[in-house]
C-alpha cells in the first residue's frame, strides 16, 4: 500500500510534538494535508513531500553524494515512489538506490530527526515551476564497512564528512544531539 496521507500526517505530528518550534515553518505542509492534496506526488504544487537519509558511520562521519543536476554536495535522498509504504523505507530506498549502501543499517531513532521545507526553482526541463520540497530526513548509523557503488546518472561522488560540516544549521545541531 503506498504512503498515505495519514502516515505522513501522523509523522508530521509525532515531529512537531518533539520539535515544536518548527510547526509554523512546516503550516504549508499541513494546509496541502487538510485539503486533501496528493502530496506524495511529485506534480503536487506548490508543493510536496520527499525524503532523505543522513547515514552516519562507527567513526561520526555523515554520508555526502555530489548530486549532478544541482552540482551539490547533499545528504541522500529524493522522491517518493508509488512502491513506498513509508517515509522511512522510502528514504532508505533512496539511500540504497544511489549509494548502493545495504549493510547494517538501523535508524537512530524512529521519527525524522528534520523536516526542512524549502524552495525549488523551476526545472523548465521537466516542466515545473517554483515550489517547495517538505524534505523529511531520517538519521541513520551504518555499522561496519560500508562499500558505496554510486548511481551515476544522478550522483557523481560521494564523501565520509564530519558531522560538523552539514550546512543545514538545524540538521546539523540536531545529529550531533542525536548522536551523543
Known sequence: ?????DHIRTTLAEYTDAYPEDKHALAPLAELLDQGADVTSRKELPGHVTVGAVLVNERGE???????????????????EPEDTNLL??????????TGVTLSLAPVQP??????????????????????????????RASG??????????????????????????????????LR
Open 62 to 80: 555523515a554520508l555526502f553524494i555530489h548530486h549532478n543536476v544541482l552540482d551539490k554536495w547533499l545528504t541522500p535522498g529524493g522522491h517518493l
Open 111 to 140: 521519527t525524522p530527526v528534520h523536516i526542512d521545507l524549502h524552495p525549488i526553482p523551476a526545472n523548465d526541463a521537466k516542466g515545473e515551476g517554483d515550489h517547495w520540497h517538505a524534505d523529511v530526513r531520517y538519521l541513520l
Open 89 to 98: 523505507g522510502a528514504a532508505l530506498r533512496e539511500l540504497v538506490e544511489e
Open 1 to 5: 500500500m503506498p504512503i498515505t496521507a
Open 145 to 178: 564497512d560500508q562499500a558505496v557503488t554510486l548511481q551515476e546518472e544522478e550522483v557523481s561522488g560521494y564523501a565520509w564528512r564530519s558531522v560538523d560540516t552539514i550546512t543545514d544549521e538545524t540538521l546539523r545541531t540536531r545529529v550531533a544531539a542525536a
